[in-house]
């Protein structure tokens, strides 16, 4: 079975610190990317990668940055968390679409709160 | 800028009933469409997808239609169960260059199937 682990599903922080969320896929793809997902907004693309040591800006990028050293592993990075980041993280990953069906698939999401 | 649009936002059905998800999109420039469902809490369960060259896809009780030309597809549903309660998700794939993919996803339909 296909797999994209997110390393914590919970997690409680304070305000300022800094926050690391892991994600790793067994499927050797390309592309990853950061969702969060928050109530009556939708998911909205925070980072994406298609490569190692690669990186994108999505949509909301403000507040977060990535790191992928390794082609199956794409972090991200709350520098100094606020309140406002509070939210279910998503992670995700797919296949380039040249040679693959470019099929997507999701982690179990990790559920950040800041106080 | 791809906009994807699902109505619609709640449904509630009794146990039995055949239904019909509606996802459209703006742009017909896709690479692919995928259907999800999402449980409460947790991460986005891949369904169906659909490539741009394909017309439907079908797995168990579930079917996915395409109409590019018009920027719509449909999630059928068939004899449904309380089991398939839950949040269902649209996205639509498009090939920003080679080997480059984004994601865009509409803002769901809960549906409720009632024992």
């Known amino acids: 079975d296909v797999k994209v682990t997110q390393s914590s599903r919970y997690l409680v922080k304070r305000t300022g610190e800094k926050v690391f969320l892991e994600c790793v896929q067994d499927?050797?793809?390309?592309?990853m990317f950061w969702y969060r997902q928050d109530p009556g907004l939708g998911l909205r693309l925070i980072y994406f990668?298609?490569?190692?040591?690669?990186?994108e800006k999505g949509d909301i990028p403000e507040g977060y940055s990535v790191s992928r050293e390794k082609k199956e592993r794409f972090s991200l990075i709350l520098e100094s968390a606020s309140t406002n980041q509070t939210s279910m993280y998503l992670c995700?990953?797919?296949?380039?679409?040249?040679?693959?069906?470019?099929?997507?698939?999701f982690g179990e999401g990790s559920r950040l709160t800041v106080l | 800028k791809q906009e994807v649009t699902q109505i619609p936002a709640a449904l509630s059905v009794p146990e039995g009933e055949n239904l019909v998800l509606n996802c459209s999109f703006t742009?017909?420039?896709?690479?692919?469409l995928q259907w999800f469902r999402q449980d409460p809490g947790k991460g986005l369960t891949s369904l169906l997808l659909?490539?741009?060259?394909?017309r439907e896809q079908t797995s168990g009780r579930l079917n996915a239609s395409l109409d590019k030309s018009s920027g719509r597809s449909t999630l059928y549903i068939a004899a449904s169960q309380p089991g398939d309660s839950a949040t269902y998700l649209c996205?639509?794939?498009?090939?920003?260059?080679?080997?480059?993919?984004?994601?865009?996803f509409g803002s769901g339909t809960k549906l409720n199937v009632k024992p």
């Open positions: 499927m050797d793809h390309e592309n």
């Open positions: 995700a990953s797919s296949s380039p679409f040249r040679f693959y069906t470019g099929e997507l698939f």
């Open positions: 659909i490539q741009s060259s394909q």
């Open positions: 742009d017909s420039a896709i690479y692919n």
């Open positions: 990668s298609y490569d190692v040591k690669m990186k």
């Open positions: 996205a639509v794939g498009i090939q920003l260059s080679v080997g480059f993919n984004k994601f865009y």
